[in-house]
Nanobody, 131 residues
Framework: QVQLVESGGGLVQPGGSLRLSCAAS????????IGWFRQAPGKEREGVSC???????YYTDSVKGRHTISRDNAKNTVYLQMNNLKPADTAVYYC?????????????????????????WGQGTQVTVSS
């Protein structure tokens, strides 16, 4: 079965850290760009970070310097290390696999392109940052 499974979410105090995992099964993750997206209640989904097939990385401005995306091809898993978490980081986090983080004029990692461009999505994991 082809799927992505996120894990690692939870409740953390402001300033704390979490590491999200996006584990692939049924396909080889290293052949895909993998993006992390989040959606907070009442807000649109937004792209958080992306790692390309060649390991180029992309980050939205609000997480630059705090979050790090990486991949472990041996484990068929992509990680998002999130440090110095803020209440504004509270959301459901999803990972998705697609062809490229960015190509031509299209920034797929922002999550606003044709839904058919995103090959597979995980089910999401909740991250809550609160004291």
């Amino acid at each position: 079965q082809v799927q992505l499974v996120e894990s690692g979410g939870g409740l953390v105090q402001p300033g704390g850290s979490l590491r999200l995992s996006c584990a692939a099964s049924g396909f080889t993750l290293e052949h895909y760009a993998i993006g992390w997206f989040r959606q907070a209640p009442g807000k649109e989904r937004e792209g958080v970070s992306c790692i390309s097939v060649s390991d180029s990385t992309y980050y939205t401005d609000s997480v630059k310097g705090r979050h790090t995306i990486s991949r472990d091809n041996a484990k068929n898993t992509v990680y998002l290390q999130m440090n110095n978490l803020k209440p504004a980081d509270t959301a459901v986090y999803y990972c998705a696999g697609f062809a490229a983080c960015s190509a031509g004029s299209k920034d797929y990692w922002l999550g606003h392109e044709d839904p058919e461009e995103y090959d597979i999505w995980g089910q999401g994991t909740q991250v809550t940052v609160s004291s």
